[in-house]
């Protein structure tokens, strides 16, 4: 697959984009537009109570971000009319039905156009409400599966989810789909069904509001919920657990449409292209890393030799994009989900010593800038120039912002 390919497939097309306001899911928008400005159309579906809420939303936490530079630059004052021909934003949730698209008039127009569905969304915290983890990972995967198949033109289903579905394993895993009620290894029984998870959920719910419980108190029984029906089918947590489920529907349930499920490790800072080093808010490592930076985690009780299997954005949404339009070209039936597993342990391993010395490396880089003069910049508007104190924790201030 060479990028004329890439470039070809998307000339004229309208693509369903799901997540865009996540960090994936901009990277993915960016690239696109920025590839291909021949593209027909982008809906990106945000949750917004309307379209303007919507719009609104995009702009202001997808297009107008410093990850959209490089395209500013390009397109300079055009670059307004450039999102508003090609972006639709859709205000919706892929909790409910109709992944929330009220507007009839609307959907059917979706349904005529769209060419891909893209699912970037999820809830990606480990120890996630079960009801929240089912209705975002799990029941969502299945309500947008049955939104592209009403699509008259699908030519491709492409979901992304997480490597960290097959548990905890070592060794090379197969790119293996699961099949409808699959466990691992070490669970306690052999037999999941998803509809019966759905109802210990209700039940509990139920059961909480009959207590008067409070809300913390709902919230702490839902997240314990979740966590104990993980480990009971040897998932280790409630993230991966849902979103395995959501893999399962979506194998189930996909009858002749063409899917592709992209399935990350841990997702890092952009490499390349558009920003190098380009990352948004805290989440994985990086939270890790931050957390050490300002002496928070004095210590990580850890093996130096194991490998962290990293992976960066910008490598992930390529893949995102080259497997999407090379499963839809060869328009060739798979009875299963076509699955790709896209880390960099097996060609180019990170170990967790080696995180330390590039941590000590930065640190000692900033030093020498500092040292000479350049101006850091936090997110609370401070400027360090020089002056060093080590009674103070700017340099551990640098590193968080
Ligand atoms: N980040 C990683 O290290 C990593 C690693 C492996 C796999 N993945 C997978 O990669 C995908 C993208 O991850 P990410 O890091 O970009 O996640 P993220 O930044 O947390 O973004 C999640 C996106 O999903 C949207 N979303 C959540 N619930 C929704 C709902 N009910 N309806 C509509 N949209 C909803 C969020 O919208 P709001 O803005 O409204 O919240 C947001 O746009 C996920 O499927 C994740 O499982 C991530």
Redesign the pocket.
């Known amino acids: 697959m060479d990028s004329v390919d890439i470039i070809q497939f998307l000339e004229n097309k309208t693509i369903l984009v799901?997540?865009?306001?996540?960090?994936?899911?901009k990277i993915f928008v960016e690239k696109t537009l920025r590839i291909q400005p021949n593209l027909k159309k982008l809906y990106l579906?945000?949750?917004a109570k309307d379209v303007y809420s919507a719009t609104q939303r995009i702009l202001n936490e997808v297009v107008e971000i410093e990850l959209f530079k490089v395209l500013r630059d390009k397109w300079g004052g055009n670059l307004s009319s450039f999102i508003s021909e090609k972006v639709a934003a859709v205000a919706?949730?892929?909790?409910c039905d109709n992944l929330g698209v009220n507007d009839s008039n609307l959907r059917e127009e979706m349904f005529r156009e769209i060419d891909v569905v893209l699912n970037?969304?999820?809830?990606?915290n480990f120890d996630e409400r079960y009801d929240v983890a089912l209705g975002?990972n799990t029941m969502?995967a299945f309500h947008v599966l049955s939104f592209a198949k009403r699509c008259a033109k699908i030519k491709m289903f492409l979901h992304?989810?997480?490597?960290y579905v097959c548990g905890e394993m070592s060794g090379v895993i197969t790119e293996k789909s699961f099949y409808l009620g699959e466990t691992l290894g070490e669970s306690k029984t052999s037999k999941l069904d998803i509809n019966s998870e759905k109802k210990l959920v209700e039940k509990t719910l139920n059961q909480l509001q009959a207590e008067n419980a409070t809300k913390e108190a709902v919230n702490s029984t839902m997240k314990e919920l979740g966590i104990k029906r993980a480990r009971l089918y040897g998932w280790p947590n409630t993230y991966v657990f849902t979103?395995a489920m959501g893999e399962m529907l979506l194998g189930y349930y996909k009858e002749n449409l063409p899917l592709v499920i992209i399935r990350?490790?841990?997702?890092s800072s952009i490499y390349k292209e558009p920003l190098p080093g380009w990352i948004e808010s805290l989440?994985?490592i990086d939270s890790i890393i931050c957390s050490y930076g300002k002496g928070k985690l004095p210590c990580l009780p850890a093996n130096p030799d194991t490998v962290l299997d990293l992976i960066p954005a910008d490598m992930v949404v390529n893949v995102v994009i080259s497997a999407m339009v090379a499963n839809a070209k060869a328009n060739q039936y798979s009875a299963d989900p076509i699955i790709y597993h896209v880390g960099s342990s097996m060609r180019n391993p990170i170990k967790i010593s080696d995180l330390h010395e590039f941590y000590t490396l930065i640190l000692l880089n900033i030093l020498i800038l500092i040292i000479m003069g350049t101006k850091f910049k936090s997110a609370k508007a401070l400027y360090w120039t020089h002056g060093i104190n080590f009674k103070d924790t700017w340099l551990l201030d640098i590193c968080y912002h």
């Open positions: 799901i997540g865009a306001t996540g960090f994936l899911g579906l945000v949750r919706g949730d892929i909790s970037f969304a999820a809830t990606t975002t969502a992304v989810s997480t490597a979103k990350p490790t841990i997702i989440r994985t």
